[in-house]
């Protein structure tokens, strides 16, 4: 399995949001499709025929659990993952 499979799995399955590596949840991001851009210390991620922004900080090394659920809705919503 690949490693973006694997994190898309570990975000979908909801049990280790704390255990996000923040360089791969963006990592993520770009494989679905979105573009990255960074100002100051937030990563700020958009894709076309997406209305929300996804706005990450680096935890340490890990990503805020908030925005992991973020990213989690997102992904459901709009059901991203399917066809990559």
Do not use: P, W
């Not at 100002?39 to 340490?60: K, V």
């Amino acid at each position: 399995m690949a490693k973006h499979e694997n994190v898309l799995l570990k975000i979908l399955r909801g049990t280790a949001d704390a255990n996000i590596a923040f360089a791969d949840l963006c990592g993520l991001l770009r494989h679905l499709g979105f573009t990255e851009r960074t100002r100051g210390s937030n990563h700020i991620f958009t894709r076309a025929g997406i209305e929300e922004r996804i706005t990450l900080q680096r935890d340490q090394n890990k990503a805020e659990v908030y925005q992991v659920r973020q990213v989690r809705a997102i992904i459901l919503k709009y059901k991203l993952g399917e066809e990559e």
